[in-house]
């Protein structure tokens, strides 16, 4: 177990500001989603009980891609448990998740930051690759290329965009608005 002193000047903000942007619902929504991928109930009474030791997260990514993480320590020592976390980190920036929308060790395992767990975890829902279950979160847009011919291309020149004024480019720059200084 990890004791940290309290937090005190712009760190006590910084703190403040991290936990007001907790959602219960968004972390319900994230809990239920994990339980129902690996296939069984999480056993606490929060996300950080629940996530702590990273087993469940390590069975998560082994669910969507498996193989991800080849051995998960069942161990309670303290850094076995976050040795899962790292694993899971890893496994998830090699199945997809940038490295902006990952979270640190310590933010599950001392739970600094659990509102950034909560987000590294929806970002990983996102990800679709080959895993065919339930996703959660908002849906990454998939790519729509169009091909256009040379002659709607042509057709599209004739076109004066509101951005271009009157005159295709013109702008008002000549144009003095109001009295002008006299010296």
């Given at each position: ?12 903000e ?21 339980e129902t ?9 929060s ?10 997260l ?45 979270f640190?060790?310590?933010?599950l395992?001392e ?23 339930p ?7 998939t790519?729509?290329k ?5 002659e709607?291309?042509a ?13 295709k480019?013109?702008t008002?720059?000549?144009i ?8």
């Amino acid at each position: 177990m990890s004791y940290r002193a309290t937090k005190h000047g712009f760190a006590a903000e910084a703190q403040k500001k991290v936990t007001a942007k907790h959602n219960p619902e968004q972390e319900k929504e994230v809990l239920d989603w994990i339980e129902t991928v690996i296939g069984e109930s999480l056993s606490g009474s929060s996300a950080k009980e629940k996530l702590k030791d990273g087993i469940a997260l390590c069975k998560l990514i082994n669910k969507l891609q498996p193989g991800s993480v080849a051995k998960i320590n069942e161990s309670k020592m303290a850094f076995k448990q976050m040795e899962n976390i790292s694993k899971f980190l890893a496994a998830i920036g090699k199945y997809g998740v940038s490295v902006t929308d990952t979270f640190q060790t310590v933010d599950l395992y001392e739970g600094q930051n659990m509102v950034q767990v909560i987000c590294t975890i929806e970002a990983l829902g996102r990800q679709k690759n080959n895993f065919t279950g339930p996703t959660i979160g908002v849906k990454i847009a998939t790519e729509n290329k169009r091909e256009f011919t040379e002659e709607q291309l042509a057709a599209g020149q004739t076109v004066t965009s509101l951005q271009m004024g009157s005159n295709k480019g013109a702008t008002a720059s000549g144009i003095n608005f109001g009295n002008t200084r006299h010296m």
